[in-house]
């Protein structure tokens, strides 16, 4: 069984039975797992969807699931990058400058309310569905869905005359071409770093999650 949170309204197409939307936190994801008779927890969501990683985490020892997380390496700063680490969206904001800037917010539009107290930068937004509201009011939207090249990220920020990008240490290598980008043409990139987790066992390839899998799960989410 494939779970999608549901908050990109057309999700790439899986060779699963799929469903779509939260549990009701850890009790409903526990019913869940009792109802259908789950074995196994593979944990693949964003490194971002810190609540439902926890969730997993609390689930899994609440009804004797095992769990994996398959968590993909962040980010490591290098040399020509222009890096300034933050640990929030809070942080990001205040690590933006007072003078009018032309940010790329790569972070999806969860949080982009935090930014309205920044209402002099342009913002720069790509995301994969169009926003159904805008509390920003100096912007440009890109709608496209990764995985993204740098020549086309370099050109993207050149074109729009971009000076800081705020990302979310996503690591892998679909969202890594922006950050190449910036390194060529020296802008800054504020980083906001991962959120802080429970302890669980992760893996960092497919290959891994299967051959943890074997054959003894019957049945996974």
């Known amino acids: 069984?494939?779970?999608?949170?549901?908050?990109?309204?057309?999700?790439?197409?899986?060779?699963?039975?799929?469903?779509?939307?939260?549990?009701?936190?850890?009790?409903?994801?526990?019913?869940y797992l009792r109802a259908n008779s789950i074995t196994h927890i593979i944990d693949a969501t964003h490194p971002f969807a810190a609540q439902m990683s926890r969730n997993a985490v609390d689930a899994s020892l609440a009804c004797g699931v095992q769990l994996l997380a398959l968590e993909r390496a962040?980010?490591?700063?290098?040399s020509g990058d222009h890096w300034i680490h933050v640990p929030n969206i809070a942080g990001a904001v205040a690590a933006?400058?007072?003078?009018?800037?032309?940010?790329?917010?790569?972070?999806?539009?969860?949080?982009?309310?935090?930014f309205a107290t920044k209402p002099q930068h342009h913002y720069l937004l790509r995301l994969v569905d169009p926003p159904t509201s805008q509390p920003l009011p100096n912007?440009?939207?890109?709608?496209?869905?990764?995985?993204?090249?740098?020549?086309?990220?370099?050109?993207?920020l050149r074109g729009n005359?971009?000076?800081?990008?705020?990302?979310?240490?996503a690591g892998g290598a679909g969202a890594?071409?922006?950050?190449?980008?910036?390194?060529?043409l020296g802008v800054?990139?504020?980083?906001?770093?991962?959120?802080?987790?429970?302890?669980?066992r992760i893996v960092a390839s497919v290959a891994q999650?299967?051959?943890w899998l074997g054959h003894s799960a019957d049945r996974g989410v």
Do not use: E
Request: aromatic content about 6%; glycine content about 8%.
């Open 139 to 156: 912007t440009t939207v890109i709608i496209a869905r990764g995985p993204f090249d740098i020549a086309s990220d370099t050109a993207l």
């Open 209 to 211: 999650v299967l051959a």
């Open 188 to 200: 800054a990139v504020i980083m906001i770093d991962r959120p802080t987790l429970p302890p669980r």
């Open 176 to 184: 890594a071409a922006k950050l190449h980008a910036a390194r060529a």
């Open 96 to 114: 933006l400058p007072d003078t009018p800037a032309r940010v790329f917010l790569a972070i999806g539009k969860q949080t982009l309310d935090a």
């Open 161 to 169: 005359k971009i000076t800081h990008i705020v990302a979310k240490n």
């Open 74 to 78: 962040p980010w490591q700063v290098t």
């Open 1 to 31: 069984m494939f779970s999608y949170a549901g908050r990109t309204a057309n999700p790439v197409p899986q060779p699963l039975p799929t469903r779509i939307g939260g549990f009701g936190g850890v009790a409903g994801l526990c019913d």
